[in-house]
């Protein structure tokens, strides 16, 4: 018996995984295997991210670690692929479009604007307010945003071609809007 894979849903080039440390290994889907006495409440939020390739494990971690019940992450999952298949024509979302881009991706054209950061969750944060992205948090965005600058660089550029920008990935990614804004409000705060 072979096992066969879902066909996967077209993302497009400016949402990349949020997820840049580990692979993209994605596990065979749970109707592959046997059903096992003592189902792992996870497994539908792993078949279903698999229809959009990558690695679920950094946001099934996130929603672990704020205690999200598994099948609000799965139902994440789903309300994108609701949109997809309610807007089959469209390619391109706006970047805060938050049902249109799976859990687990980041759209590279959030590094575009300087209003809201957009976690791994597909929960948006507007960087002014610090009861909804406290100071802990924005401090974290600013640390993954820098850590993972080469890897976006080279995404955004193969994203978009045309564009100029500059071809140093820490001083490109610094010159951004989003981390220009979200260094400013940490600068704000600190005074």
């Known amino acids: 018996m072979s096992s066969q894979h879902p066909p996967r849903l077209h993302l497009p080039a400016t949402i990349v995984p949020a997820n840049v440390t580990t692979g993209g290994n994605v596990p065979d889907p749970s109707w592959t295997r046997t059903q096992s006495p003592q189902p792992d409440p996870w497994r539908l939020v792993r078949d279903v991210a698999a229809l959009f390739g990558g690695d679920p494990e950094a946001a099934i971690g996130q929603a672990r670690r704020q205690q999200m019940d598994p099948m609000e992450l799965a139902h994440r999952y789903a309300r ?11 390619t391109i979302f706006p970047a805060e479009s938050l049902p249109a881009i799976p859990p687990g991706w980041l759209d590279l054209r959030i590094l575009d604007q300087g209003t809201v950061w957009i976690d791994i969750l597909r929960e948006g944060h507007q960087i002014l307010d610090p009861d909804d992205l406290t100071d802990e948090h924005l401090l974290n965005v600013l640390r993954y945003l820098r850590h993972n600058a080469i890897r976006f660089h080279a995404d955004y550029r193969a994203a978009f071609p045309d564009r100029h920008i500059d071809p140093d990935p820490e001083t490109w990614m610094i010159g951004t809007p989003l981390v220009q804004a979200l260094a400013a409000e940490r600068d704000r705060r600190a005074r």
């Open 80 to 90: 994108t692929i609701n949109v997809r298949l309610t807007h089959p024509e469209a």
